[in-house]
């Protein structure tokens, strides 16, 4: 299972995301992709599901609260974003350890290290994206090795203690009251 979290917006770019998922439902019969969120491009992104005929292979969550539980349940996360700050998302799936398959858009490029911990395309190249995300679900122990090295790096660069720290420490540490 391949799970996006991300709002269902043109930037968020689900409907390549749909697109190249028919290379690897095609690969990979038992695949399958869940979109978390909602948004205005909703409409679009069932059309591209009906339009490559995924319907039994793509599920729209809608909004959901339970991330963390999606995270554990999925495979890999991906996101084929368009433009991107650096997503939230991305350090939640690899604190989770779960490998990420990401566009090279924004900061994603700084979590997501090619090869080490998931895989980054180039944004809008579809064929890219499809044969890295089949790579990961393909190979559980590669996914498996991805994820935990993410792990180690979410908890060594993006935990939120030492980042807490670190501020503190540029400004003359915590002050009070």
Not at 70 to 92: H, K
């Amino acid at each position: 299972i391949a799970l996006c979290v991300a709002r269902l917006s043109p930037e968020k770019n689900q409907v390549g995301l749909v697109r190249a998922f028919r290379s690897v439902a095609d690969r990979m019969p038992d695949a399958r992709l869940a979109l978390a969120g909602d948004g205005p491009a909703r409409a679009e992104v069932e059309a591209a599901i009906d339009a490559v005929r995924l319907q039994d292979r793509v599920l729209v969550l809608g909004n959901r609260s339970d991330v963390p539980v999606l995270l554990a349940a999925g495979d890999a996360l991906v996101l084929a974003s368009e433009r991107e700050g650096l997503p939230l998302v991305v350090m939640e799936a690899m604190a989770a350890g779960r490998p990420v398959v990401a566009t090279a858009v924004g900061d994603v490029p700084l979590a997501v290290r090619n090869g080490e911990t998931g895989f980054v395309a180039p944004p809008g190249d579809e064929a890219a994206l499809a044969d890295a995300l089949s790579a990961v679900l393909a190979d559980p122990q590669c996914a498996s090795e991805l994820g935990r090295r993410g792990r180690e790096i979410a908890e060594a660069e993006f935990d939120i203690r030492r980042m807490v720290a670190e501020h503190e420490g540029a400004y003359g540490g915590p002050r009070s009251g």
